[in-house]
C-alpha cells in the first residue's frame, strides 16, 4: 500500500500559467479531499469528493477545478495561477463514513511557487 | 457555518513541563473530533473522540471532550523536544467535511 500519493513535491510557476497537482490513493477510499495551508491559517479545505463523479466546495474554492472520474484519482487543477495561490497543497483521503473512522489520512504535500 | 477555534497559537515551554491545548467548535450535527500533530511534513492522526467524558490516552498525550461546552483539551505532560510541533483540531459534522483550526505550534526547550 502506497497509501496517499501526490506529485509533484515541488512546483514553481509563473502568474497566469495553468497546472495539475495529482493525487492517488490505494485503499479504495470513498471520500478524497484538498486542503491549502498557509503560515497560521492551519489546513482550509479546497474541494472534496465523497466518491467518483462526485464533487463538492469547500472553503475556499476559487481559481480551483477538480474531476473525480475514479474512486483512486483526485486531481487538483489551477487554471490561471495567482501568487496568493502561493502555498503548500495536501491531498487526504477517508473510508466511507459508515465504515465508523473519520481518520483522513494525508499525502506528503505539494509546495507551489507563483511568481 | 462549521467552527474551529484552538488557543492558544502559539506555546513555548521548557521540557518536563505539562502543557494543555484548548479547542472549541461549533458544528452542525457533530460527529467527531480529532486531534493531529503536524511536524515539516503532513499531519499524522493522534486521537478521535465521539463521546463526551472519555479520555482518550496514548502515552504521555490524552485528550478529553466536552459535547455540552463544545471544546476539547490536548494534554501533553513531561514534554520532550519532540514533542515541538503544529497540534491541528479538526471537527466533523452533519456534511463530510474536516474542519480545521489554525493550529498550536508547540515549541519545547530543552
Known amino acids: 500500500n502506497a497509501g496517499v500519493t501526490q506529485t509533484p513535491k515541488f512546483q514553481v510557476l509563473k502568474t497566469g500559467q495553468s497546472m495539475t497537482l495529482q493525487c492517488a490513493q490505494d485503499?479504495?477510499?470513498?471520500?478524497m479531499s484538498w486542503y491549502r495551508q498557509d503560515p497560521g491559517m492551519g489546513l482550509r479545505l479546497i474541494h472534496y469528493s465523497v466518491g467518483a463523479g462526485i464533487t463538492d466546495q469547500g472553503e475556499v474554492p476559487n481559481g480551483y477545478n477538480v474531476s473525480r472520474s475514479t474512486t483512486e484519482d483526485f486531481p487538483l487543477r489551477l487554471l490561471s495561477a495567482a501568487p496568493s495561490q502561493t502555498s503548500v497543497y495536501f491531498c487526504?483521503?477517508?473510508?466511507?463514513?459508515?465504515?465508523?473512522?473519520?481518520?483522513?489520512?494525508f499525502g506528503a504535500g505539494s509546495r507551489l511557487t507563483v511568481l | 457555518e462549521d467552527k474551529v477555534v484552538q488557543s492558544p497559537l502559539s506555546l513555548v515551554v521548557h521540557e518536563g513541563d505539562t502543557v494543555t491545548l484548548n479547542c472549541s467548535y461549533e458544528?452542525?450535527?457533530?460527529?467527531?473530533l480529532l486531534w493531529y500533530k503536524q511536524e515539516k511534513k503532513a499531519p499524522t492522526f493522534l486521537f478521535m473522540l465521539?463521546?463526551?467524558?472519555i479520555e482518550k490516552k496514548s502515552g504521555r498525550l490524552s485528550s478529553i471532550l466536552d459535547k455540552k461546552e463544545l471544546f476539547s483539551i490536548l494534554n501533553i505532560t513531561a514534554t520532550q523536544t519532540g514533542d515541538s510541533a503544529v497540534y491541528l483540531c479538526a471537527v466533523q459534522g452533519g456534511s463530510e467535511k474536516l474542519v480545521f483550526g489554525k493550529g498550536t505550534k508547540l515549541t519545547v526547550n530543552p
Open positions: 487526504a483521503s477517508r473510508p466511507p463514513r459508515q465504515a465508523g473512522a473519520n481518520v483522513l489520512t
Open positions: 485503499m479504495n477510499h470513498e471520500y
Open positions: 465521539t463521546s463526551s467524558g
Open positions: 458544528v452542525t450535527n457533530f460527529r467527531s
